[in-house]
Nanobody, 130 residues
Framework: QVQLVESGGGSVQAGGSLRLSCETP????????LAWFRQAPGKERELVAT????????EFADSVKGRFTFSRDTVKNTMYLQMNSLKPEDTAMYYC???????????????????????WGQGTQVTVSS
């Protein structure tokens, strides 16, 4: 399984910020979906944000909307999740993911399931204390 390479997790107090990075050493075309998921202990992996490489449109879970931003640097082949105003309920392992380049997607619906993503980062822990 191709690994994406994550970094940037850590521990912060509520209200703080973190930026997660994910290097994508795979071919990314302009009709593909990139995503960030998170998984808290005892819970299912949930979709946090998506980015459509066709136009850069981003979508966010309601729980993070207005606090997280998803961006991508095509020169560095890296995507980022900027997390501001962090809350204790944001505590989880965060994973970056990418759909296969062969699966053409003009936009990224929030119905995408983890099983649909063949490429994953190793995960990075984010812990927010109150």
């Amino acid at each position: 399984q191709v690994q994406l390479v994550e970094s940037g997790g850590g521990s912060v107090q509520a209200g703080g910020s973190l930026r997660l990075s994910c290097e994508t050493p795979i071919y990314i075309n302009d009709r593909q979906c990139l995503a960030w998921f998170r998984q808290a202990p005892g819970k299912e992996r949930e979709l946090v944000a998506t980015l459509a490489t066709n136009g850069g449109r981003t979508e966010f879970a309601d729980s993070v909307k207005g606090r997280f931003t998803f961006s991508r640097d095509t020169v560095k082949n890296t995507m980022y999740l900027q997390m501001n105003s962090l809350k204790p309920e944001d505590t989880a392992m965060y994973y970056c993911a990418a759909l296969a380049p062969s699966r053409t997607m003009w936009y990224c619906p929030f119905s995408l399931r983890p099983s649909e993503f063949p490429y994953w980062g190793q995960g990075t822990q984010v812990t927010v204390s109150s």
